[in-house]
Nanobody
Framework: VQLQASGGGLVQPGGSLRLSCAAS????????VAWYRQAPGKNRELVAS???????TYVDSVKGRFTISRDNAKNMVYLGMNSLKPEDTAAYFC??????????????WGRGTQVTVSS
């Protein structure tokens, strides 16, 4: 099982980006999925998560600006980011709780995709 994140880039303050994360491999089940971020010199923080039923949660700093969504049929998770601020600059990582066809439930991580908000 592998996770591949994409969609990062350089954007001006107030701009928007949409991150995508796709899980590939022999997947038998998918539970909670989430996006984390890590800025230089800071700890990784949970930005948003969404349950299998579609219930999202967000860290306070992104509420009203970010939207997490998922496509269970495609094993994908998205993060729509609007009104971006310089403090949103970080490497963004997706994480999924996956059951492989031959294995047990475990958390998988994608490589980070860099988001830089700067004028």
């Amino acid at each position: 099982v592998q996770l591949q994140a994409s969609g990062g880039g350089l954007v001006q303050p107030g701009g928007s980006l949409r991150l995508s994360c796709a899980a590939s491999g022999d997947i038998a089940g998918l539970k909670n999925v989430a996006w984390y971020r890590q800025a230089p010199g800071k700890n990784r923080e949970l930005v948003a998560s969404i349950t299998t039923g579609g219930a999202p949660t967000y860290v306070d700093s992104v509420k009203g600006r970010f939207t997490i969504s998922r496509d269970n049929a495609k094993n994908m998770v998205y993060l729509g980011m609007n009104s971006l601020k310089p403090e949103d600059t970080a490497a963004y990582f997706c994480s999924m709780n996956i059951l492989p066809l031959r294995g047990t439930w475990a958390d998988y991580w994608g490589r980070g995709t860099q988001v830089t908000v700067s004028s």
